[in-house]
């Protein structure tokens, strides 16, 4: 069946965070998978999560930083992030802020992110 979907949802964060989510839980109803535009401020970060889903960050513009148990990773414009399900893992950003698309699989919870 083919779905045309009209547009995203606006997900509220705090931390000045904007999150349209295009596809997953509510924006189309999808739990297999989930994927959103994001535009964070710099210096923006959030709690650490060990997140039950494979989530895959494709970073547009500036540069997302993401502490895992092997240090911390800078994804810069045009890179992607592979994070595995159970991986403990915090996202923030750089100087300049970032904008980046996240996929995940299954969809994006609050429930299956784990915050700490």
């Not at 893992?89 to 100087?95: E, L």
Request: net charge negative; hydrophobic share 35%; aromatic share 6%.
């Amino acid at each position: 069946m083919v779905r045309k979907l009209e547009g995203p949802s606006r997900i509220p964060v705090p931390g000045g965070k904007l999150i349209d989510e295009h596809v997953g839980r509510v924006s189309s109803g999808d739990e297999a998978l989930s994927i959103a535009h994001m535009v964070a401020p710099p210096g923006w970060e959030e709690p650490a999560q060990t997140p039950a889903f494979t989530e895959y960050t494709v970073v547009l513009r500036g540069t997302v930083l993401v502490e895992h148990a092997g240090g911390t990773t800078e994804v810069a414009a045009g890179q992607t992030l592979v994070t595995e399900p159970g991986e403990k893992v915090r996202y923030s950003t750089g100087a300049e802020g970032a904008e980046y698309i996240a996929v995940c699989l299954p969809a994006f919870s609050p429930d299956t992110a784990n915050r700490a």
